[in-house]
């Protein structure tokens, strides 16, 4: 809550693109819905579990709820308002947002044509006091509950009637562009376009007058798979995402002027209990897309476009493979283009001297060119294994689909290991010249290369690359005893090494020598490594955390956390690089991989940490830590509190200033 609260203060800065700012509402509406959809839900399960989990932890559960529904209520009243004060800076800009009530002649014409042309046939209501329960229907949708009021005797009396209506959103988009008047374009939502056409969507109703409320709901999206032998991996995570669908809904967020004969109807046909939250907000629901509020053409009221680069050193290769076999190299997205990666990929297809491929998928882009570059090495004679995670949340569907294409097209496709997530990013490629391994901070997806900050090393030390092969060979044979000399893998040894690198921080502290750690990560809940941290910080060890999300550490805490400082960095990319450093007396360690410092990648799913030897790339991800700690534009303090405090100092913006010192490389 604290974290997605600081994407809310940067859709309230006046010095940011207004557009921008909507999107920062988006991202903060799409943040929640989701943290309601698995954390909430997860501490729901805990409550009403009494038999899996000890008396304290259920009440603990039961408070923390409590607390998110507090915060929550005290969160949306800002949203709101945020919602308010960038609608009317938008129109300040000649965009506004009409109402069903404020149209002129020709856009009422316009909206008429638009029912005729696509909207007649699109939007069928269901009348309410014929359904039992409504909490079957999907949570992703826009709802409208009508009241439909029916006059007899000049307006004397009349019979209330309720329905429900679904917006077509999906076909339609969730904004509708009017034609221009008064010199200023013209935005509709389409909850109020249906509005306007509830004459005609409830056709035949004779003298009858219409008020329509939204809301929407959160399910429980916690996926239940069942443990028939005799069905495969696929079919049980297929049957798994239906079964989102029968979730039982856990907050409720209604337009507060909805009459409350109206309101008790919904909420009876949703079973909402105590402990569910229930917030009475706005006109508007589903404010995630505002992700995609019309530009109109005004590429002024954006960022500035900042266009990737090719590094100098890849784009000059004529091989990438030789390239890397001659020194370790990296890309730094979205300031480096991932085309680069690409290039690695597709060489290795095509090269004769590369013998078998193997890459772990957790999430895809749609058209995905690793995909097809794999295909095609497939295509070519390669022995091409690709692990992928079918349980990467919400993109389960997709990775299916995709596993699908890639057997069809002769790829073996491993499923990863039962009871944990293959979260690692690795690629190792077979060379007859000489073998390859490529580690990185994020998934393999050209669009999360557009907007995630994330790090790709490439490097052929054999030392590295023999263990990248040994964590497929694990994955394939989990049972299997493994060691790790130069990798940090999860779950076998990666928490007991990171306490050791720690503990020798500790050590060195006490006996007077250099000791310090900088950790840029996304979240750190895990309570030994907390901890642990606040040992460290007992000890004299100097930690700075640079934490995106979620923090369970509360830095400052005289004789607990006083040697701690924790910074989170919200910007126009989203900084999700893993990056670890030590000050081992002197002779620094470097670390980078795809885990956080939470229980499930230290314990429930195949994390992979790797040493970092280049003095380049150990220059660069140090630029990047210390860049944003000492970032005063967009970063917050983290204080365990939530107040989400600016730090003091001249205006210094970390990305940009990353941006500007890579494009001058």
Not at 245 to 265: F, N, T
Not at 534 to 547: P, R, T
Not at 619 to 633: A, F, H, K, P, W
Request: charged share 30%; with cysteine; aromatic share 8%.
């Amino acid at each position: 809550m604290y974290f997605n609260r600081r994407i809310l203060q940067e859709a309230e800065k006046e010095d940011i693109p207004v557009l921008e700012r909507m999107s920062f509402l988006g991202i903060y509406s799409n943040n929640l819905d989701e943290f309601f959809r698995v954390r909430v839900a997860t501490l729901n399960r805990m409550v009403q579990s009494k038999e899996k989990i000890g008396k304290d932890d259920r009440e603990r559960a039961k408070c923390t709820i409590k607390e998110i529904s507090r915060l929550n209520g005290i969160y949306n009243k800002e949203f709101e308002r945020a919602v308010a004060n960038v609608t009317r800076a938008l129109e300040q800009q000649g965009i506004r947002l009409l109402l069903e009530d404020a149209l002129n002649d020709e856009q009422r014409a316009f909206l008429r044509q638009l029912y005729v042309d696509k909207l007649n046939g699109a939007t069928n209501p269901v009348w309410l006091d014929k359904v039992k329960e409504i909490s079957d229907i999907g949570d992703d949708g826009i709802y409208l509950a009508v009241k439909r009021t029916e006059w007899a005797d000049h307006k004397k009396k009349c019979t209330a009637s309720y329905a429900l209506i679904a917006l077509p959103d999906k076909e339609m988009g969730r904004f509708v562009r009017l034609p221009q008047s008064d010199g200023k374009e013209n935005i509709m939502y389409l909850d109020d376009v249906i509005r306007f056409c509830l004459p005609m969507i409830f056709v035949g109703s004779g003298n009858c007058t219409f008020e329509a409320y939204s809301f929407k709901f959160t399910k429980d999206a916690e996926m239940d798979l069942d443990n028939d032998f005799g069905s495969g991996v696929i079919q049980k995570v297929a049957k798994g995402v239906k079964s989102r669908k029968s979730g039982a809904p856990i907050r409720v967020i209604y337009d507060e002027s909805m009459p409350k004969g109206l309101l008790k109807a919904i909420m009876s046909r949703l079973n909402i209990d105590s402990l569910d939250t229930i917030v009475a907000g706005g006109r508007y629901q589903n404010h995630k897309d505002l992700m995609d509020f019309p530009d109109c053409g005004r590429s002024d009221l954006k960022y500035a476009k900042w266009p990737p680069i090719i590094k100098g050193d890849l784009g000059e290769a004529d091989s990438m493979l030789d390239a890397i076999r001659a020194k370790d190299r990296f890309i730094h997205v979205p300031y480096h283009s991932f085309d680069s990666f690409i290039r690695v990929l597709r060489e290795a297809a095509l090269s004769s001297e590369v013998r078998a491929i193997n890459v772990t998928l957790y999430r895809l882009a749609k058209a995905s060119k690793v995909v097809k570059a794999l295909i095609c090495a497939a295509r070519n004679g390669k022995k091409v294994t690709v692990v992928i995670e079918l349980l990467a949340r919400f993109d389960e569907e997709s990775n299916i689909e995709w596993s699908k294409r890639l057997q069809e097209a002769g790829v073996e496709v491993i499923f990863g290991v039962e009871g944990l997530k293959v979260h690692s990013k690795l690629v190792y490629i077979n060379c007859k010249g000489g073998d390859i391994a490529c580690i990185g901070t994020g998934n393999l997806h050209e669009g999360n290369a557009r907007t995630y900050t994330d790090y790709m090393m490439m490097t052929s030390r054999p030392q590295i690359v023999r263990e990248v092969k040994k964590v497929f060979e694990f994955i394939r044979k989990p049972f299997k005893p493994v060691k790790f000399r130069e990798l940090m893998v999860s779950p076998n040894e990666m928490r007991s090494k990171l306490l050791r690198l720690i503990n020798e921080e500790i050590r060195n502290a006490r006996e007077g020598f250099d000791a310090w750690i900088k950790v840029k990560i996304n979240h750190i809940t895990d309570e030994v490594m907390v901890a642990k941290l606040y040992e460290a910080s007992q000890a004299g060890v100097k930690i700075d955390l640079l934490v995106r999300g979620n923090c369970s550490l509360v830095p400052g805490l005289p004789g607990v956390s006083e040697n701690i400082r924790a910074v989170g960095l919200i910007d126009r990319f989203l900084e999700h690089s893993r990056i670890l450093i030590f000050a081992n007396g002197g002779a620094p360690k470097y670390y980078l991989g795809s885990a956080d410092w939470m229980p499930r990648n230290l314990d429930n799913r195949i994390e992979v940490l790797t040493p970092v030897y280049d003095d380049d790339l150990q220059r660069d991800l140090l630029r990047t830590v210390d860049y944003g700690l000492s970032d005063t534009t967009n970063a917050r303090i983290v204080d365990g509190r939530g107040t989400n405090t600016i730090p003091a100092g001249e205006p210094f913006r970390s990305q940009q200033q990353l941006f500007e010192e890579y494009g001058k490389q």
